[in-house]
T-cell receptor, first 117, second 113 residues
Framework: GAVVSQHPSRVICKSGTSVKIECRSL??????MFWYRQFPKQSLMLMAT?????????EQGVEKDKFLINHASLTLSTLTVTSAHPEDSSFYIC?????????????FGAGTRLSVL | AQSVTQLGSHVSVSEGALVLLRCNYS??????LFWYVQYPNQGLQLLLK??????LVKGINGFEAEFKKSETSFHLTKPSAHMSDAAEYFC???????????FGKGTMLLVSP
């Protein structure tokens, strides 16, 4: 099946620093990638949808200047948490869909646990 | 707008017993419905999905779900639980095509020997 790689799996950083998370589709071209945030014992909340070569579409309440998304190629999207603060600590998960080429199923990465001290 | 309600944040079963995880949805258009499983500190893995056609959908690991339009439900079942089934299960709905997923709050399945 389709594989989505997310890196790093865990990151600890100091307050005020920026953190970049990568999401790669390893064996398919992802026309669309999604970024989710998951708080402990809660569901996934969609943060943004990104299409290759265009600006990401952010969900209501998500700060686009805080969470920078770059979908530079059909196999790579990055999420940068800028000037991270403890309240940004969470589990971030990306997903990717092949789109027309392979249907609309979303394939998920293994997630990144961000801890901001 | 679409939404998903999963009844029961935790479900406990004995190994070998029937697994039933409940999911009800609301959607203004014919829905696409999904069940995902999440193991600790991992991403989500698709168990099964319903789009159109046969209302009983079979997935991986012996799970199946039945779409009941009249009840707006998509409950997940497995005849005999295995210890390895212990995980969190998420029901999700989309409006079809390539629209976004809306997830339920999840149900943690606990399996005891």
């Amino acid at each position: 099946g389709a594989v989505v790689s997310q890196h790093p799996s865990r990151v600890i950083c100091k307050s005020g620093t920026s953190v970049k998370i990568e999401c790669r589709s390893l064996d398919f071209q992802a026309t669309t990638m999604f970024w989710y945030r998951q708080f402990p014992k809660q569901s996934l909340m969609l943060m943004a949808t990104s299409n290759e070569g265009s600006k990401a579409t952010y969900e209501q309440g998500v700060e686009k200047d805080k969470f920078l998304i770059n979908h530079a190629s059909l196999t790579l999207s990055t999420l940068t948490v800028t000037s991270a603060h403890p309240e940004d600590s969470s589990f971030y998960i990306c997903s990717a869909t092949p789109g027309l080429a392979g249907g609309d199923i979303q394939y998920f990465g293994a997630g990144t646990r961000l801890s901001v001290l | 707008a679409q939404s998903v309600t999963q009844l029961g944040s935790h479900v406990s079963v004995s190994e070998g017993a029937l697994v039933l995880l409940r999911c009800n949805y609301s959607s203004s258009v014919p829905p696409y419905l999904f069940w995902y499983v999440q193991y600790p500190n991992q991403g989500l893995q698709l168990l099964l999905k319903y789009t159109t056609g046969a209302t009983l959908v079979k997935g991986i690991n012996g799970f199946e779900a039945e779409f009941k339009k009249s009840e707006t439900s998509f409950h997940l079942t497995k005849p005999s639980a295995h210890m390895s089934d212990a995980a969190e299960y998420f029901c999700a709905v989309s409006e079809g095509g390539y629209s976004t997923l809306t997830f339920g709050k999840g149900t943690m399945l606990l399996v005891s020997p």
